[in-house]
């Protein structure tokens, strides 16, 4: 009985392992900032369309429209196992591309919450 129970809490804490791994890391504006401050090798990751990004976007962001059909293969020019900093609109693109790029492989996956009306509504700079 004892290793029935010993087994199960084995596969609970793999589980819960493995969910949240799946899950990824959404950051407040405040913690986003200042992870992409500090980290020297990362991609920050713009998942809109190009005339979303070109009305502003983060001084350091890549576009990558996430509805393209190509968003697969643009995401093979990133490594997978750099931290990359994923903002859309609002928040809900960019879950998505978190999703697709954690299916892809990427192991340090970070989505701005809120996206980029959080981020503007906080007062942070934007670049045209």
């Known amino acids: 009985m004892k290793l029935l129970n010993s087994l199960v809490i084995v596969l609970l804490l793999s589980s819960a392992a493995c969910t949240q791994a799946q899950q990824g890391?959404?950051?407040?504006?405040a913690d986003f900032e200042k992870q992409i401050?500090?980290?020297?090798?990362?991609?920050?990751?713009?998942v809109r369309t190009p005339s979303e990004?070109?009305?502003g976007h983060l001084a350091q962001a890549k576009?990558?429209?996430?509805?393209?059909?190509?968003?697969?293969?643009?995401l093979s020019t990133l490594q997978k196992d750099k931290p990359v900093y994923v903002y859309c609109a609002a928040g809900v693109r960019s879950n998505k591309a978190a999703k697709i790029?954690?299916?892809e492989g990427f192991?340090?996956?970070f989505e701005l919450s809120g996206?980029?009306?959080?981020?503007?509504a906080?007062?942070?700079?934007?670049?045209?």
Do not use: H
């Open 37 to 46: 401050a500090t980290q020297s090798e990362k991609v920050v990751l713009d």
């Open 25 to 29: 890391t959404v950051l407040s504006v």
């Open 107 to 109: 192991t340090q996956v």
């Open 115 to 120: 996206g980029i009306q959080a981020w503007q």
């Open 101 to 103: 790029m954690r299916q």
């Open 122 to 128: 906080a007062g942070k700079p934007v670049t045209k």
């Open 53 to 55: 990004y070109n009305d």
């Open 63 to 74: 576009l990558m429209n996430v509805n393209d059909g190509n968003f697969k293969q643009q």
